[in-house]
């Protein structure tokens, strides 16, 4: 029994061009300029961790950018031993919180 003569492509190429998974060009590296740090800053403590607002604040930069940002400035307070300001709590509320809460509807 002859064999059958195989191809010299591979499998998994389609009309002879193989298929190469693209890699996603990364964003160049942008730094922060004092100007936009002293925003930041004002911003942070204004609203801490909301990085949509930070960013509409600080205006030159994206949600992104700015939650990078902002977790690099979280690490350098931890180091220097300041105050962190704790992450948005989530889940249940307390019953002084739901009073607090029914009173600002009526």
Partial sequence: MA???QSSRPK????????VPLKRPRAPKVH????EHERFVTAFTLYPRKWKKI????GT??????????EYY????????????P???KGEWTAEEH???????S
């Fill in 12 to 19: 998994w190429s389609v009309l002879g061009v193989a298929r």
């Fill in 61 to 70: 930069k994206t949600p992104r950018q700015t939650q990078g940002h902002g």
């Fill in 99 to 105: 009073e607090s809460f029914l009173v600002g509807l």
């Fill in 74 to 85: 979280l690490k350098q307070l931890e180091r220097a031993g300041e105050e962190v300001p």
């Fill in 32 to 35: 922060w300029t004092p100007d």
């Fill in 3 to 5: 064999r059958k003569k």
């Fill in 55 to 58: 960013a509409e604040y600080v």
């Fill in 87 to 89: 992450p948005e709590k």
